[in-house]
């Protein structure tokens, strides 16, 4: 058997990021589902009167609305080869109930990355804002 030391001050870093990212643990898990699963379970982690507002400033409001920006050529969680890496480093709790976490974006094209902020209820997203990072 093989020890591995890790000193405390990592490990208790390590773990405090993963806590602070865990509410977003269906949010994440939903945007890298299979294509066919993906929308409703994207749906599902928001609370029915959610708002999202993207990069471009545009907000919609509401699970439809949502759901047309998610649908839309606004998103790329559809383009082929998508997938969505939180980066736990990034991870803050900004203020209660609101977490920002840098997210890289990549699929068949290339990669983005954006800072998302996430305003949690009752484990539900009730507000997300997106923005993106000088690449």
């Given at each position: 058997?093989?020890?591995?030391?890790?000193?405390?001050?990592?490990?208790?870093?390590?773990?405090?990021?993963?806590?602070?990212?865990?509410?977003?643990?269906?949010?994440?898990?939903?945007?890298?589902?299979?294509?066919?699963?993906?929308?409703?379970?994207?749906?599902?982690?928001?609370?029915?009167?959610?708002?999202?507002?993207?990069?471009?400033?545009?907000?919609?409001?509401?699970?439809?609305?949502?759901?047309?920006?998610?649908?839309?050529?606004?998103?790329?969680?559809?383009?082929?080869?998508?997938?969505?890496?939180?980066?736990?480093d990034s991870a803050q709790n900004t203020r209660p109930n609101e977490i920002r976490v840098d997210i890289t974006l990549s699929n068949d094209?290339?990669?983005?990355?954006?800072?998302?902020?996430?305003?949690?209820?009752?484990?539900?997203?009730?507000?997300?804002?997106?923005?993106?990072?000088?690449?």
């Amino acid at each position: 058997m093989v020890k591995i030391s890790i000193p405390i001050d990592i490990l208790i870093v390590s773990i405090k990021m993963a806590s602070i990212l865990s509410p977003l643990d269906p949010y994440f898990k939903a945007v890298n589902s299979p294509r066919d699963e993906r929308l409703h379970l994207i749906l599902a982690a928001f609370h029915t009167h959610a708002t999202l507002t993207d990069p471009d400033g545009n907000t919609y409001y509401g699970r439809d609305e949502i759901k047309n920006f998610y649908s839309s050529a606004r998103s790329s969680v559809f383009t082929t080869g998508f997938k969505a890496t939180p980066d736990p480093d990034s991870a803050q709790n900004t203020r209660p109930n609101e977490i920002r976490v840098d997210i890289t974006l990549s699929n068949d094209v290339g990669q983005i990355v954006v800072r998302d902020w996430f305003e949690m209820k009752d484990g539900l997203i009730v507000t997300m804002r997106i923005t993106k990072l000088a690449q």
